[in-house]
Every structure is written in C-alpha cells, then in structure tokens.
C-alpha cells in the first residue's frame, strides 16, 4: 500500500489511486520519480528544493544517494501502484 511520508516525519496509509492530478496535490507540485528499487519508488516535488521546502529526513534516509536530500511530502509506492 501506498504512503505519505511527510516532512514531519508522520506517515499516512493512501487509499486512492496515484493519478499525476493526486499526486501532485500530495507533494505540492510538479511530480519527480525517484527510483529506490527496481519495484519502488518514492515520488517528490521535482520544485522542491527551490520552494524551500523543509527535508523531509526520514525519506532522505531511504535514499541512497548521500550526497543528496529529500524536501517536503513525498509518496512512496511501488511501481506497478502508479498509474
């Protein structure tokens, strides 16, 4: 099942489906996938960074990319759940 994990750190179970039009309402913007295994996928704000949004450190520990971090809400899913 799909989640909000957001910059608060709470997380919240999604119960509809992963349109690009729900999606964006969830990150705030315009939709950036980010690939954390070939079955999931975390999706952010592609603006983020540049509206300041707050890091969202939980979902930056699951990134695997040290050299970067994850601002605001974010999805997590896998992939066969994005429509």
Same mark, same amino acid.
């Given at each position: ?7 608060? +750190?709470?997380?919240? &179970? ?8 729900? @999606?964006?309402?969830? !990150?705030?913007?315009? *939709? ?15 603006? +983020?960074?540049?509206? &300041? ?8 520990? @699951?990134?695997?990319? !040290?050299?970067?971090? *994850? ?13």
């Amino acid at each position: 099942m799909a989640k909000i994990i957001k910059a608060d +750190g709470t997380v919240e &179970n999604i119960d509809k489906k992963l349109t690009l039009s729900c @999606m964006q309402s969830i !990150v705030g913007g315009l *939709i950036e996938l980010v690939y954390l295994s070939n079955a999931e996928v975390m999706v952010v704000d592609e603006e +983020g960074k540049l509206k &300041n949004k707050n890091v969202n450190v939980r979902a930056t520990h @699951m990134y695997a990319n !040290v050299n970067d971090v *994850i601002v605001g809400d974010v999805i997590l899913a896998n992939t066969d759940e994005i429509d």
